[in-house]
């Protein structure tokens, strides 16, 4: 079952924050080697869409992941501990309607068997800005 975590965004600015996966006896942190991670923003279910998309491979054996960088943001995470970093960028946000909500979630692929997984899930509150560099 997805977790939901619910946030909010200046229009225009950089989201950043990060979550911690536990395995599923919830006693230590995901062993994400070899796992796809694939996230989607839309500016809702229906219709379908499209701000922005990420995804990236986890490496086995892969160091402490950190935040993506730069204007459009991704998706990072480390291998070991179940560390996952996101970055929205600001060249997506800023094409989000200011006083609107949009939607996204993250899936794991597994390599072991090929099964995906929604691990997070979410409303985005889009705020107006007043200073526009």
């Not at 694939?38 to 995804?55: D, E, N």
């Not at 998706?75 to 960028?89: D, K, M, R, W």
């Not at 072991?112 to 979410?122: A, E, F, K, P």
Request: glycine letters at 10%; a neutral charge; charged letters at 10%.
């Amino acid at each position: 079952m997805a977790s939901n975590y619910d946030t909010s965004v200046v229009q225009g600015d950089t989201l950043k924050f990060l979550f911690y996966l536990q395995n599923p006896t919830g006693t230590t942190g995901y062993n994400l080697s070899g796992c796809t991670l694939s996230m989607q923003v839309r500016k809702g279910y229906y219709p379908a869409i499209l701000i922005s998309t990420y995804q990236t491979y986890v490496p086995v054996g892969s160091t402490p992941a950190s935040y993506p960088e730069g204007l459009i943001g991704g998706l990072s995470a480390s291998a070991t501990g179940g560390t996952v970093y996101i970055s929205l960028g600001s060249s997506y946000t800023n094409q989000l309607v200011s006083e609107a909500t949009a939607k996204y979630d993250i899936q794991i692929k597994n390599p072991t068997d090929n099964s995906i997984q929604t691990v997070l899930r979410g409303s985005l509150t889009v705020l107006p800005d007043v200073t526009r560099i």
